[in-house]
């Protein structure tokens, strides 16, 4: 069997189109780690970053093994390279030189000391095609409502966990993501103005225009103004409160999530025409190995509180009754010439 080994597992996880169980072609790459030597120990992918690091154990015997074999053989892995190589036996580092011949990263046993246990570490970027192979993830759509709360079931998985551990002894994905999106648009549609909503919707218009490389833009320049003056808030600085309430910094206060999860990244979702966002997207992040395969759990919205918040902070820019301006009263003086 030819070929990069990770291409040849993510081929086996697809499913069975040749007839040929899943099992049987796992069983196959196994054979076709055998004449490289090294066994692999662990496996570790950054779900977020696509990053990765396996671990080989390299067993070298001593006496007729080094003089009849004469070479170290990894297979190599597109995306990776050997970053480092530690005798098992001191804890030293090993300073030796791969060379890549084909399919192998091929190193002559000479250039190693005269221990018999080493780890071999390569480091790389997996797919994204290869990593969906590895794990499932779910979130709820709608939620369910609890005492002025949303909450969202969430869970994740690896994927034939049996099958896996055939193919490494230890399997590590960090921060894998589920994201839930939390519908916002509604609770600032109710509470911004509607002379500042207009004046939005104008800003919106000028800057399309002005992005466009539009001339006549005087019209909405006016109009921008006189809907600044009629409002009294001026649509730039609603546009920057709303930013602001939805950013992770403002929104992470109103969310949380069970435990074995933590909070990761949190993202408005609006359309290219719109100004106010329509979604914000909360990333929920759990560790996955195989003493820990699977985990579930629900990440809550304080909805009520977040709401109230939102009202509170946009009640600042409400129109502010105008103060009637002070004739100039004319002294004695001015009034005599």
């Not at 049987?24 to 054979?31: C, G, M, P, S």
């Not at 530690?86 to 190193?107: A, H």
């Not at 690896?158 to 609770?187: C, M």
Request: aromatic share 8%.
């Amino acid at each position: 069997m030819s070929g990069n080994p990770l291409d040849q597992l993510t081929k086996a996880l697809t499913g069975m189109k040749t007839g040929i169980t899943i099992a049987e072609k796992i069983e196959a790459i196994t054979k076709h780690f055998k004449p490289y030597k090294p066994e692999i120990k662990s496996f570790r992918i950054n779900y977020l970053t696509l990053s990765s690091e396996m671990k080989y154990l390299l067993e070298v015997s001593s006496g007729i093994l080094r003089k009849t074999h004469g070479k170290v053989e990894v297979p190599v892995m597109y995306g990776f390279k050997i970053y480092d190589v530690i005798d098992l036996d001191t804890g030293g580092l090993v300073k030796v030189d791969f060379d890549q011949e084909g399919m192998k990263w091929v190193c002559n046993l000479g250039e190693f000391p005269k221990s018999e246990r080493f780890m071999v570490t390569v480091q790389g970027h997996v797919g994204q095609d290869f990593l969906n192979r590895l794990v499932a993830v779910k979130a709820a759509i709608n939620p369910k409502r609890k005492e002025g709360s949303d909450i969202y079931w969430i869970h994740s998985a690896l994927k034939d966990v049996s099958i896996l551990e055939r193919a490494w002894s230890e399997l590590n994905i960090d921060s894998v993501n589920v994201n839930v999106r939390i519908g916002v648009e509604r609770f600032f549609g109710s509470a911004i103005p509607d002379e500042v909503k207009k004046g939005l919707q104008i800003q919106q218009k000028l800057l399309m225009a002005i992005k466009r490389g539009e001339r006549n833009i005087e019209g909405l320049k006016r109009r921008y103004r006189k809907t600044e003056l009629a409002s009294g808030a001026s649509p730039s600085d609603v546009y920057e409160l709303v930013r602001r309430l939805v950013s992770g910094e403002f929104f992470t206060d109103y969310v949380n999530v069970d435990h074995p999860f933590v909070i990761g990244g949190i993202k408005p979702e609006r359309k290219v025409t719109s100004i106010i966002p329509e979604k914000v997207k909360v990333g929920a992040l759990a560790d996955l190995n195989f003493r820990r395969p699977a985990v579930e759990g629900n990440l809550i919205f304080d909805r009520k509180q977040y709401v109230e918040s939102v009202s509170q902070e946009i009640s600042k820019f409400k129109k502010k009754p105008k103060k009637a301006k002070k004739k100039a009263t004319k002294t004695r003086k001015e009034r005599m010439t």
